[in-house]
């Protein structure tokens, strides 16, 4: 295959040439998302870190991809995290997508991406609530609102999205969502204006009713939530930060996948990679960044077995897919992007997997991958049907297998 170059960054210069690859690639996998056996840890916040942050727009993802890195960890577990320990937060950021996130790395996620979002939202905000002809002065009837919110959930302590619809009638004010669209929709001011105040890092979601479920979360003010106050970043800092963190968990890789990954401009991948100074090497298809001490090779673990959830953190943690991936995306993404769950072996995805009503877990491998290999599989099949026992577990996001695997 060709040399695969991005015109939006040029190549860098001053450094010498180093070649990992497809096989190097794998094996970092292996060791530093913790998929493999001897780097896993029952320590969900060591997870989370390796990872830099945990997909969590489906709730259940977060609890299975740790359970996938892990030995013993349960529900109860990851739970003492997030709503005791407050460890790891829940939190919007890169894309506009909801992730798990280590509590210190939360201001650096709202000044590296949340920011954006939350002005993006607003200004979405303030056209819903012309549209809807709320009043004259739309900017000061939305700050009157969020007063109202936050007073109310600061007297309350924690209140769900219902509960505080019921403090103001403006809340419950109905907003038409893409009037006139074939996805047209419907919400009340409260589920906007609970978001808009989350990705301003003013509250944060808080224990939901139902672990699996969809049910609502309690929503808390943030300065009540942190065990201690966040640390301050400037943006341009917390760019170079995320980037660091990024190329330590996902390179080597092309600039183009770290901009993909975190919904950056052109220009602020640059910026950040300006100051961090990466050295570019070979990779199988192209070229690739990797942190200047980051060279030397990874041992690579004994061949290992995974059964990832839908939207799981390694495989979303690039937009270029073919070394691990191969041929398989059709079987496995849906058709915005979104991949459902997978099998994998020692670094490639191999398969995927789906639940079925009576608790069965149904795999289906799209190529031979050997006896050994099997029997690995098999044996992860067998500890997540045990460690799901009675839970039933719907992606929201489903793709083609899945849903033929799942009937």
Known sequence: MGEIRSRAFPPLKGHGRVRIDGAQRRARIGRRHRLAVPARTDDPLEVARDLVALHASDPPTVYLALFARSTSVDVATVDRALYEARTLIRMLAMRRTMFVAPVELVPVLHEACARTVAGRERRKMLGFLTEAGVADDVERWLAEVEEVALRAIEARGEVTSMELAEEDPRLRQPLVLSPGKSYEGRQRVVTRLL??????????????????????????????WYPEPPAQWSPEDAEVELARRWLAAYGPAPADDLRWWTGWTVGQ??????????????????????????????????PWAALLPGLDPTPMGWSRRDWFLGEHGPSLFDRFGNIGPTVW???????????????????????????????????????????????????????????????
């Open 269 to 302: 991948v640059r910026r950040a990679l300006s100051r961090l100074n990466p050295v570019e090497v070979e990779l199988d298809d192209g070229t690739g960044l990797l942190l200047a001490d980051d060279l030397e090779p990874v041992a690579p673990a004994e």
């Open 195 to 224: 978001l808009l105040l989350a990705a301003d890092g003013r509250i944060v979601r808080g224990r939901p009713r139902s672990t699996w479920g969809y049910s609502p979360y309690r929503w808390s003010l943030a300065d009540r």
């Open 345 to 407: 072996w020692d670094g490639r995805i191999v398969g995927g997997w789906a639940q079925r009503k009576d608790g069965e877990i149904a795999y289906r491998l799209l190529e031979d991958i050997g006896s050994d290999a099997l029997g690995e599989v098999r044996a992860a099949v067998a500890e997540l049907t045990d460690r799901l026992g009675a839970v039933r577990v719907t992606p929201a996001f489903r793709t083609p297998l899945e849903r033929e695997l799942s009937a």
